[in-house]
Each structure stands twice: as C-alpha cells, then as structure tokens.
C-alpha cells in the first residue's frame, strides 16, 4: 500500500487529528481516492507521520462518522461509495427576485406606499418596552412546546376586541394566531375540502389573495363588485356550485366600500343552502377613516359558513407577521390539529406583547389616533394632488389609499415601475383586475407622506404620469 501523502503542520492551532482528517477527506471527495481504496491502518499511519494512534484514529472515526470511509472489520477500513460528480455549470445562476407585491420586501417604505402603516406614528418606545417584557417572560417559561393555536392570552384578548369592536363572539378555542394574514388563508385553505372546486373571488382583488387560492388548486371565477361590494346574484348566475367565496366585506380591498346588508345576507344564505364557506378578509378591522367600520361579515353567520382572518400588519405593523382566523366552532378541532401539523402558531414572545398591548388598552388608543392621523393625511394628500393635477383629476378614497385613475391607454405598470426609480411607491391598480376591462390607475397610500414637500412629490409623480 502506497503512503498518503499527508503534510502536517505541528506548528499550526489546527489539531493534529483534524488536519490528517482534512487531507484525507480532500483526497476522497476530489476522487484521488476511489471508492473501495483500502486505507493505511492506524499503526501504519501513525507511524507514516509520526503522531500518536489515537490522533490517528480520531481522524478516520470522523471519517466513518462523516459515511465518507467505511470499517471493514479485520479487512481495514476503506472509502466508501459515493455518487458520481456531477459537472458544475460554468456559473451558478442567482435565484430569480420575487417579483409584482413582493418586489420590495425588507425595503424602506417609499412615498404613497399603499398597504403599510405609518412608520412615524407608531409607539416605538412604548412597543420596545411590552416587547422586552414579554421576552423576559417567554424566557423564564417552561421548556416545553407552546400551544400550536397560540398564547391563551393573545387569544383570550382577540376574542374580547372582537365582541366590542367587530361584534362578533366568539371562544378562544375557535382562534388561531397564525404567520400574518396569509398564514391564516393558509390554513383555511388546507382545512377545508376546496381543491379543485370553483371559487367566488372579488374583482378587483389583492393579486396575492389570487395567486394563492390558484396555489391550492382552486378554479377561480372573478366577480366584479359595485357600491355595495361583491354582487352575490351575478356570482350565483356564473358559479352556483362554487364551495368558496372570499371576500373584503367591510373595507372592499383596494376599492374600499362595505358590503351592503342586503348582499352580505344573500352571500350567508347561499352558503348555507349549498355548503359553502366564506372566508373574511377583515384586513383593517375597525380602522375605518370615515365614521364606523361596518360590523364583520361573521357577526351575522348563525350557521358555521364563515372562516374570520384578521391581521396586526395595517393596525400596528406588518413586522410583526402576526394575524389570527376564527373558525367556525365545528371545525375549530379540525383547524387547530392542522394548525398543530402544518402551520403553528408563531415565536411566543411577540404574541405576548400584543397580547399586552391590547389588554393595556394602547391598541384602542392607537387605532384612535391613527384614525385622525390617516383622515388628515388623506385630506392634505387630496388637495395636494388636485392643486397639481387639476380639478378635472378622478380622485376617490379607497380605505387607506387615493386611487388616481388614469386613460384607458395609460400603462400604469411601467408608471409605477418609473416612480420606484424616483423613490415612489404607488401601486398601478390593472392587477387587482383579473377580466377585462382592466381600469388603469394608481393607488397611493396616505400613511406615510412628506406633508411638508407633498405638492411637490405629487408633481413629480403627475410626471411620471403624463410621461407614460
């Protein structure tokens, strides 16, 4: 048997060991020692190089340990067998961006940003202080697997806010912290029969919302909405067997009208008559800019048909990921076991500070001051762009957003695409639309503005505008 050739380096930090490990390693994976090779045996070795055998055979137990050498009992110990090399590609491509809504994620909000709360509002110190509370106490817990629903506490103060703010009761055994809003659609999704069966979804709607019920295998059928929100009659006419809809009752998303009481009734009555659900997006909770937020869509439901998701990512900060679901109480078992396999309920720490942020009553107060602060900024940012678009500009409110409308011909994408270059953020409104025709604008969001440079941040995306 030929010897290795091993350099060892006594001066070195490196063990001994570990650098007759390194060595041998190299040559087995760069295939200068094929696979089967028998080894030099430890005494063998150890005499090559002049080290002690126990230095010698800690290198080749990691070797064995590592499946890339083999013991062979009184045969030695030889290189074990491993796939063929596989030619790398002369460069490695990067993994594509994610791209639409997910283009700027960790970013810095920019300017008319729709979708964000304010950042400068926001009670940074006091939020600093229930957080470090809360870690202290998650810390101090027992070692053991929290509840995959969520904290008790979270879910005790859901259920209280929603009986006061929402009107709907409900157990905490029916709520379910979840990864953001998108965790609880998740987990709708996969709790109830769905795939492959014909969905009711909004027109327009979120993209995202569309893309993930696409996701789950649903067949969707797009209804268009009017003053009072989705038109259950025409949904019915185009898919009477539908088993889903998903809706944004309360504050229409991105266009921000309230499901009338007449068709809110209509959606509850087909879905118990044919066995459908009903998932309610309920995005800003009470955070209605002008007068009361209608009440949820699930306060009316007496029969189990609605699945409530809810989120803190408009109300406090999309930071956080934190959102809930209620599920209807005859599923609320089959929900939390799938929530328990699949998708539990986030880190315990932040859903303590929420839950004491709520208890303390600062969320109350909080929503309370962002509502004045939204309706002022709203207010500044209409006639900022009226003074610089003209009085003949279509402008209307759209919940926490101005939706600029713009020509049929415009190309709001590439606007919009133009605005990021110049440190704004307006969403072009066309992919909200899944049919034609698809109207063509812009949503800016009034959360966070520059109020003191607000004309000219309109001006120069009226630029960018008329450019297109």
Not at 405 to 419: K, M, Q, T, V, W
Request: charged residues 20%; glycine residues 6%.
């Amino acid at each position: 048997m030929q010897p290795l050739p091993i350099d060892i380096d006594r001066k070195a930090k490196t063990p001994l060991s570990e650098q007759i490990y390194a060595a041998i390693r190299a040559a087995i994976v760069e295939r200068r020692l094929a696979a089967g090779a028998r080894l030099p045996s430890w005494s063998d070795l150890s005499a090559q190089l002049g080290v002690a055998r126990g230095t010698t055979r800690a290198a080749y137990e990691r070797l064995v340990d590592e499946q890339l050498a083999a013991a062979d009992g009184a045969r030695g110990t030889r290189v074990a067998k491993r796939p063929p090399l596989v030619p790398r590609p002369a460069e490695t491509p990067a993994a594509p961006a994610l791209s639409g809504p997910f283009h700027d994620y960790a970013r810095a909000p920019l300017l008319f940003r729709p979708c964000l709360p304010a950042h400068d509002a926001f009670p940074h110190a006091l939020w600093s202080r229930l957080s470090a509370q809360a870690a202290r106490a998650a810390a101090a817990a027992p070692l053991a697997y929290p509840d995959p629903r969520g904290e008790i506490a979270l879910r005790r103060t859901i259920c209280a806010y929603l009986s006061v703010a929402r009107g709907l009761h409900c157990a905490p055994e029916q709520v379910i912290v979840t990864t953001g809003y998108f965790g609880a659609l998740g987990l709708a999704l996969r709790a109830l029969p769905l795939a492959g069966r014909e969905a009711w979804l909004e027109d327009p709607v979120f993209p995202v919302t569309r893309q993930a019920l696409r996701f789950a295998g649903l067949k969707i059928v797009p209804v268009r909405v009017d003053a009072q929100g989705l038109d259950v009659a025409e949904a019915v006419r185009r898919a009477p067997r539908a088993t889903l809809a998903a809706v944004t009752p309360s504050q229409q998303a991105p266009l921000g009208m309230a499901m009338s009481l007449p068709r809110r009734l209509a959606l509850l009555r087909w879905a118990s008559e044919t066995g459908a659900h009903v998932i309610e997006d309920d995005y800003l909770g009470e955070l209605q800019l002008d007068g009361r937020a209608a009440p949820a869509l699930a306060s009316l439901d007496r029969d189990g048909r609605v699945v409530y998701a809810g989120t803190f990512s408009k109300t406090m900060s999309p930071a956080l990921r934190l959102g809930f679901l209620v599920a209807p109480p005859a599923l609320a078992a089959r929900f939390a076991q799938i929530a328990a396999c699949l998708a539990p309920a986030p880190a315990p720490a932040t859903q303590r500070a929420v839950a004491a942020f709520i208890a303390e009553g600062h969320f109350l107060r909080h929503l309370r001051r962002m509502k004045r602060l939204y309706a002022a900024r709203r207010h500044a940012l209409t006639i900022a762009l009226r003074e610089a678009a003209g009085e003949d500009a279509k402008i209307s409110a759209c919940a926490l957003s101005l939706k600029l409308d713009l020509p049929e011909d415009a190309d709001d994408l590439a606007i919009a695409a133009r605005a990021v270059v110049a440190g704004l953020a307006p969403a072009p409104l066309s992919p909200w639309y899944a049919e034609e025709p698809r109207p063509r604008g812009l949503l800016l969001g009034v959360a966070n503005i520059r109020e003191a440079r607000l004309a000219e941040d309109c001006r120069r995306l009226l630029a960018l505008a008329r450019d297109g």
